[in-house]
C-alpha cells in the first residue's frame, strides 16, 4: 500500500494541534476559573535569591526527578553563575568540558563517551548542530537566556532524541512560572590580559548586553517573555605546534655540528618541524527568545517559544613555520652550533641551538565565520477528561553555517637570482611544555616585503604547482530538523499512578559542502612568476615576539584576493568530494511510559516502566572523482549514493526508593542508542593516487589511502545499569554515590579495507606498475566493549555546622571512569599507534565550588579538572584530527553586591575573572625518525589564551 508523503503527515500533525487548541480555547471560555484572590497569587510568588537560589533549585530538580539527573539552574531571570552554559554543565559530576582553538568550551563530553554519543534538546526538542556532525556546539547559548538545563543520565521514555551516554535539555524561562512582571537589564566589559595578539581585528576589550521581559495578562492566563543578548568578546590566542622531535641523521639529513645522543650512535633529537602562530578572534553573537504562554484553565495549557542565534567570527592570524625536512629539496646543508641538549631517560634533546640555514616560510590568515539558528517549537496540552489528557508538539530547527578561510604564503627570496633566501635562527625548544622560541638572527628577515615573496618556498613543498601560493576554503553546512509528535497520558490508580502514549516523527536533513579555490600567482610579459607583494595588501606587522619573533610580514589576504594581482582557480576535486554529502533522515517512535508511586515494605517506590520503539531510515549522497587533479575533468565527478533503514526496541526502567528519612536510592536500566555521525554516513570517497616512489624501490606503485563515508551504518547500541545513594540534608545540602556500567553492543570503527584500483587514474613514475588493489579506510560496524565509573558529588551550608557559618557553602564532585573499548587507528599516515583510547574519556575528573552569599553580598571560586583525554575535532579542512590531550584545570571567580533596599534597590554589581592560572591547552604526541626510546611523549600544539577580567552591573525592575 502506498504511504503517504512525509510533508503531509506533518500537516495533518499540525492541524490536528490547531484544532486542539482552538477546541480547548473555546471551552475554556465558557468555563473560564474565578480570578484568584490576594492571598492565593501572593501565595504563588517566588522569590528569587542568587547562588543558593540556583542551587536549592538544582537539589529539588535532582531530588524529585525519576531518573538519575544533574541539573543547573539559573541564580536570577538572565544569570546563569558561568560565562555560558558549557562551563556550567563542565562542573557537574560524570561531565567534561572540552576547550576549543579560541579556549571556549563548547562541547561536553557525558560519562566519558565523546561528545557525538549525547543527545542534545531545547525545551525537550532535538536540536540542530552547527558542524558537520551530531554534537551540538554548546557556545551558540547565550547563557543569560537558558533559565535551567537537566542531565539525563538515564533514559526516560517520554523524552525522544536522546543520547547513548546521556541528554541535556536546555530550557529557556517559563513566564508563567512566575509571579509578577519582571525586567532585568544586564551589561558587562571584559578584558584578555594577552591584550591585542593583531591589530585592527577587535581589541583586548569586549562586552556583554542582556534585556529580559516577563509578564503576565489576562489574569495571568497569558504570559509573555522576550530576552536579547549581545555578545562582542574577543580571543587572544598564542599557539605554538611541536610538529615533530626526531634523529634523521642515519636517513641522511642534510646537516653538521649535531651533538652526538648520549645513548646509541645517533644524534641529539631535533625539532623537525616547528610552527608558531598568533590570532585575534573577533566573537559576536545576537541571541533571542520569545515565549507567550496561554493557560486559560487547569484544562488547557499551551505555549510556543522561538529561539534564535546569530554568531558571527573573524580571526586574523600569522603563523611561521619551519621544516629542517625541507634540507633535502632545498639542497641545503646547514651548520648547528651553540647546541644545549637535555637527557630525558635514553633520549638526548637538542633543545637550544643556532642554525646557519632554516627553510621557513610566514602564512597570513583570515577566517569568517557565520552561524544562524533559529528553533520553534508549539506545544499544547488538554485535559479530556478526569483522567485524560492529550498533548501535541509541532518543532522545527534549522542552522546555516557559512565560513571563508583565506590564506597566502611567502618566504625570504633573492630577486636578482631569483632563489628562495634561507636565513639562520637561533631555538629554544625545551621538551617540558615551557615557552618555545625560533628567533630570526636577522631583526628583518621576515618582516621587509622587498626581501621577501609569495609562494610555496622550496623545502616546503606542499603543492607541486609552482604558481600556489595559498588557498581559499568556503565549507558550508545546512542542518534542518522538522518533527511533530503526539501524546496520550492517563491517571492510574494503584501500582501506576500515570500512562503516557505517543508518536514521534522526525525527519532531519544535513548539507556538507567543502569548498576550495587556490590561489596562483600571474605571469608576467616574460612568462616568469610575478612573486612580489603589492605595497597596497602589507598591513602592520605580527608582533610575535612571545615566540622570539619581533616582526613578520603580514598581508590582507581578502585584498590580495579582491585587487585582482593574483589567479582563483578551482580546487583539486579528489580533495573537496571526500567531504561532501546530502544525508536524510526519517526517524518514527513509538513510546510509552508507566510512572510508579506506591508504598512498600514501608518505603516510598515511584520510578517508570518505559519502551521505546523506533524506526530510522536514512539516505545518502556523495561523490567521486576518478579524475587526475592536476588536469581536472568534471565528466569524471561521479555521484554515489546509498542507504538503510534499521528498527530498534529500548526498553528502560527507572526505580526510586525513597526511606522517608532524607535517604534515597536509585537503580536504572535501559537499552540505548545513539545514532551514527552524519559526516561518516556520507557516500562519498576520495580518490587514492600513486606514490611517487621510484622504481625499484619497497614501496614502488602503492596507493595512497582513500577515506569513504558508509551510508548503511547503523547506530552505537548499549545496555545500561546505574545505581545511585543519596543523602539530603535541607534544601541545598546533599551527598551522592554513584555507580554505572554502560555495555556497547555495537561500535562504529574505521576500518582499513582494500578496493579495485582499475579505475583510478593510473599515473606513476617512470617504470613503476601500479598495484591492483588500493587502501580504503572507511567506518564499519563492529563489536563494542564497556564504559563503567564511579561519581561523587556533594553540596553542603556552612549554616548546618555552625551558625557562625552561615552563607558559607561548598558543591564538589569527582569522577572515575575506565574503558575497555580502543578506538582503532588503521592509518599508519596518521599515527603509529594502532589503539587510541576512547575518544572523549579523561580517566579522572573533579570540580569545588565554594561560595557565600549574604546580606546582599556574594562570592564563588570554582575549578574544574579533568585527567589526559584523546580528542577528535574536525579543522577547517573538515577533517578528522586525533589528539592526545593533557590534563586541563581551569580556575574562575566571581564576586557580587546587590542592594536589597533603598533607591538602589534591584541593582547588582559583579566583578569576574575566568582562566584566573592561564593554564594552556596542550596535547602529546610520540617521537618521529630514530629515537632510543620511541614512546616517550613530547608536547604538541600549546595554546594560551589569557586571562578574561568582567566587570557588569545588572538593574532588575
Do not use: C
Request: aromatic letters at 8%; hydrophobic letters at 35%; charged letters at 20%.
Amino acid at each position: 500500500m502506498r504511504q503517504p508523503r512525509p510533508a503531509l503527515r506533518l500537516t495533518t500533525l499540525a492541524a490536528a494541534s490547531g484544532l486542539l487548541f482552538a477546541s480547548a480555547a473555546a471551552h475554556a471560555q465558557v468555563a473560564a476559573p474565578a480570578a484568584k484572590d490576594k492571598d492565593t497569587q501572593q501565595l504563588e510568588t517566588v522569590v528569587v535569591k542568587g547562588i543558593r537560589f540556583s542551587l536549592e533549585t538544582s537539589v529539588a530538580t535532582k531530588r524529585n526527578s525519576d531518573s538519575i539527573v544533574e541539573a543547573i539552574s539559573a541564580e536570577d531571570i538572565g544569570k546563569l553563575p558561568d560565562a555560558s552554559i558549557a562551563e556550567s554543565l563542565a562542573r557537574l559530576p560524570g561531565l567534561t568540558g572540552q576547550r576549543g582553538p579560541d579556549g571556549r568550551v563548547n562541547v561536553i563530553s557525558i560519562r566519558g563517551l565523546s561528545p557525538e554519543f549525547s543527545g542534545v534538546l531545547l525545551n525537550g526538542r532535538e536540536i540542530v548542530s552547527s558542524n558537520d556532525s551530531r554534537a551540538v556546539e554548546y557556545d551558540q547559548f547565550p547563557a543569560e537566556l537558558v533559565n535551567a538545563a537537566t542531565i539525563y543520565k538515564t533514559p526516560d521514555a517520554s523524552l525522544v532524541g536522546q543520547g547513548l551516554s546521556g541528554t541535556v535539555n536546555i530550557q529557556t524561562l517559563r513566564p508563567l512560572s512566575l509571579g509578577s512582571r519582571q525586567v532585568v537589564v544586564s551589561l558587562r566589559g571584559e578584558r584578555n590580559s594577552n591584550g591585542t595578539m593583531v591589530p585592527g581585528v577587535t581589541g583586548a576589550t569586549g562586552m556583554r548586553f542582556s534585556a529580559s521581559y516577563v509578564d503576565q495578562f489576562a489574569n495571568r492566563t497569558l504570559g509573555v517573555a522576550v530576552g536579547f543578548a549581545r555578545l562582542d568578546s574577543p580571543s587572544q590566542t598564542k599557539q605554538t605546534e611541536l610538529v615533530e622531535y626526531g634523529d634523521y641523521t642515519p636517513y641522511g639529513l642534510p646537516l653538521t655540528g649535531n651533538a652526538p645522543s648520549k645513548v646509541g650512535t645517533g644524534q641529539a633529537l631535533l625539532p623537525m618541524y616547528w610552527t608558531a602562530q598568533t590570532a585575534t578572534k573577533k566573537n559576536l553573537r545576537d541571541g533571542l527568545v520569545a515565549v507567550v504562554e496561554y493557560k486559560p484553565s487547569d484544562d488547557l495549557h499551551s505555549q510556543v517559544d522561538l529561539y534564535y542565534s546569530k554568531f558571527k567570527t573573524h580571526e586574523v592570524a600569522g603563523k611561521w613555520q619551519q621544516s629542517l625536512f625541507g634540507n633535502w629539496s632545498a639542497g641545503i646543508t646547514p651548520a648547528m652550533s651553540n647546541i644545549t641538549t637535555e637527557q630525558i631517560g635514553n633520549n638526548t634533546f637538542a633543545t637550544g641551538a643556532t642554525i646557519s640555514q632554516l627553510v621557513a616560510n610566514v602564512g597570513s590568515m583570515d577566517t569568517r565565520r557565520t552561524d544562524d539558528i533559529v528553533a520553534l517549537g508549539w506545544n499544547t496540552s488538554l485535559k479530556l477528561n478526569e483522567n485524560w489528557k492529550a498533548v501535541t508538539d509541532l518543532s522545527y530547527s534549522r542552522d546555516k553555517r557559512n565560513e571563508r578561510y583565506a590564506e597566502a604564503y611567502g618566504g625570504g627570496y633573492d630577486y636578482a637570482n631569483k632563489a628562495w633566501t634561507y636565513g639562520a635562527y637561533r631555538w629554544n625548544v625545551p621538551t617540558n611544555g615551557d615557552p618555545q622560541t625560533f628567533t630570526p638572527v636577522l631583526a628583518d628577515q621576515l618582516s621587509n616585503p622587498a626581501k621577501m615573496a609569495f609562494g610555496d618556498v622550496a623545502g616546503m613543498d606542499w603543492v607541486p604547482n609552482e604558481a600556489w601560493l595559498g588557498a581559499i576554503r568556503h565549507p558550508e553546512v545546512k542542518d534542518e530538523i522538522k518533527s511533530a509528535r503526539i501524546s496520550l497520558e492517563r491517571s492510574l490508580d494503584g501500582f501506576f499512578s500515570h500512562l503516557t502514549l505517543g508518536l514521534n516523527y522526525t525527519e532531519r536533513g544535513k548539507d556538507v559542502a567543502k569548498n576550495e579555490d587556490r590561489l596562483l600567482m600571474k605571469k608576467d610579459a616574460n612568462g616568469e612568476f610575478i612573486r612580489s607583494i603589492p605595497t597596497s595588501v602589507v598591513q602592520q606587522p605580527f608582533d610575535m615576539s612571545w615566540a622570539g619573533i619581533p616582526q613578520m610580514l603580514r598581508v590582507d589576504v581578502p585584498g590580495l584576493v579582491a585587487s585582482g594581482a593574483i589567479t582563483l582557480e578551482e580546487g583539486q576535486f579528489s580533495k573537496w568530494v571526500a567531504n561532501n554529502s546530502n544525508v536524510r533522515e526519517k526517524v518514527r517512535t513509538a513510546f510509552s511510559k508507566l510512572d510508579i508511586d506506591t508504598d512498600l515494605w514501608g518505603l516510598s517506590l515511584r520510578g517508570n516502566l518505559g519502551l521505546q520503539v523506533v524506526h530510522a531510515s536514512q539516505s545518502s549522497e556523495g561523490w567521486e572523482y576518478r579524475g587526475n587533479d592536476e588536469m581536472p575533468d568534471k565528466s569524471l565527478l561521479f555521484k554515489r549514493t546509498g542507504g538503510t533503514s534499521y528498527t530498534d526496541v529500548l526498553p528502560s526502567i527507572n526505580l526510586v526508593a525513597d526511606f522517608r528519612n532524607n535517604w534515597i536510592a536509585r537503580l536504572g536500566l535501559a537499552t540505548s542508542i545513539v545514532r551514527p555521525n552524519i559526516v561518516d554516513m556520507r557516500a562519498g570517497t576520495s580518490t587514492p593516487a600513486v606514490n611517487g616512489d621510484a622504481a625499484g624501490t619497497p614501496h614502488a606503485g602503492e596507493w595512497t589511502t582513500a577515506y569513504a563515508g558508509n551510508p548503511e551504518l547503523k547506530p552505537w547500541r548499549a545496555a545500561g545499569i546505574d545505581l545511585s545513594v543519596e543523602r539530603y540534608f535541607g534544601k541545598r545540602s546533599y551527598v551522592s554515590l554513584a555507580g554505572f556500567r554502560k555495555n556497547l553492543l555495537s561500535y562504529i570503527y574505521n576500518q582499513l579495507t582494500a578496493v579495485d584500483a582499475s579505475g583510478f587514474p593510473q599515473v606513476a613514475p617512470p617504470g613503476v606498475t601500479p598495484k591492483p588493489i588500493a587502501p580504503m579506510i572507511q567506518p564499519r560496524n563492529g563489536t563494542g566493549g564497556k564504559v563503567e565509573g564511579i561519581e561523587f558529588a556533594a553540596a553542603l551550608e556552612g549554616g548546618l555546622l555552625a551558625k557562625a557559618l552561615d552563607g558559607f557553602g561548598v558543591i564538589v564532585s569527582a569522577s572515575k571512569l575506565r574503558s575497555s573499548i580502543k578506538d582503532q587507528n588503521p592509518d599508519p599516515t596518521v599515527s603509529t599507534a594502532r589503539d587510541v583510547p576512547l575518544n572523549g574519556l579523561s580517566g579522572r575528573s573533579n570540580s569545588v565550588t565554594l561560595y557565600y552569599e549574604r546580606d546582599g553580598f556574594s562570592a564563588r571560586f570554582s575549578q574544574r579538572y579533568r585527567s589526559p583525554f584523546t580528542a577528535t575535532t574536525r579543522d577547517i579542512f573538515l577533517n578528522n584530527t586525533t589528539l592526545q590531550q593533557a590534563a586541563d584545570k581551569v580556575a574562575d571567580m566571581q564576586i557580587g553586591y546587590a542592594f536589597e533596599e533603598g533607591s538602589l534597590k534591584g541593582l547588582g554589581l559583579t566583578l569576574q575573572v575566568g582562566n584566573i592560572y592561564d593554564k594552556p591547552t596542550m596535547n602529546y604526541k610520540s617521537l618521529g625518525g630514530e629515537a632510543p626510546d620511541k614512546t616517550q611523549l613530547m608536547p604538541n600544539y600549546i595554546r594560551y589564551f589569557g586571562r578574561t577580567t568582567t566587570v557588569g552591573l545588572t538593574y532588575k525592575f
